[in-house]
């Protein structure tokens, strides 16, 4: 079974800053996800990545699947992305076991 | 809005009940994933159901259980309440057997066992 890990657990930051989240992995894979938490609540997918990097606005998310390590990136970091952040894995095959989560990170962005 | 519905947003209930939660995947999609969220244990993937059947079984207790419609709506029954049973139940659709692609969930339903 895959472990996740995710760091750093807690990461409080002032707004403007740039923030790297990252998360390792123990068993090879067919895709990562990483997705955003709000106090609320609900769950929302930012990116899923197979290989390189990808962008949307001020978050880029890469992947290195030799190191088996992912990381999350925010850019001009902001107040309102102040959220929990978790990886998950979805292993080679499918994963008869669904996705396997990190315990998440804990982002505050103080203004 | 990820066009995945679950019911109720909320539930109290006392140790020994039985509930359950509904979540009515986003159109079109085949596939309902239920997943747990306590505070201890983080996210953890419980049951997959595809077109009716189960597809594949997490850390699902035998106190749990959960059944998909023809309608594709699925059920999680959760029987013999405990204290720890009290967590964020997520569900989640996709078209296919696996997650690809983007992940759409639900809003959750946040149960409480006291």
């Known amino acids: 079974k895959n472990e996740v890990e995710q760091s750093p657990q807690n990461l409080t930051a002032q707004e403007g800053e740039f923030i790297t989240i990252n998360c390792s992995y123990s068993?090879?894979?067919?895709?990562l996800h990483w997705l955003q938490q709000h106090p609320g609540g609900g769950i929302v997918s930012l990116f899923m990545?197979?290989?390189g990097k990808k962008k949307h606005g001020r978050l880029i998310a890469t992947i290195n699947i030799q190191e088996k390590h992912s990381s999350l990136h925010i850019t001009a970091s902001h107040p309102r992305d102040s959220a929990v952040y978790i990886c998950?894995?979805?292993?080679?095959?499918?994963?008869?076991?669904?996705?396997?989560f990190g315990k998440g990170t804990h982002l505050i962005i103080q203004p | 809005d990820s066009g995945v519905t679950q019911t109720p947003k909320h539930l109290i209930t006392a140790t020994g009940q039985r509930v359950t939660l509904r979540c009515s995947p986003r159109?079109?999609?085949?596939?309902v994933y239920w997943y747990q969220q306590s505070l201890d244990q983080g996210l953890q993937f419980l049951i997959q159901?595809?077109?009716?059947?189960?597809?594949a079984k997490g850390n699902i207790l035998e106190r749990f259980s959960a059944q998909q419609f023809p309608d594709l709506h699925s059920e999680l029954n959760l029987s013999s309440l405990e204290l720890g049973d009290s967590a964020l139940y997520f569900c989640?659709?996709?078209?296919?057997?696996?997650?690809?692609?983007?992940?759409?969930f639900g809003e959750g339903s946040r149960l409480t066992v006291l």
């Open positions: 159109s079109g999609d085949l596939s």
């Open positions: 998950a894995v979805l292993e080679v095959g499918g994963g008869a076991d669904g996705l396997t």
């Open positions: 990545l197979s290989s």
């Open positions: 159901y595809y077109n009716g059947e189960e597809r």
């Open positions: 989640a659709s996709s078209p296919g057997t696996v997650h690809t692609g983007e992940l759409f």
């Open positions: 068993v090879g894979i067919s895709a």
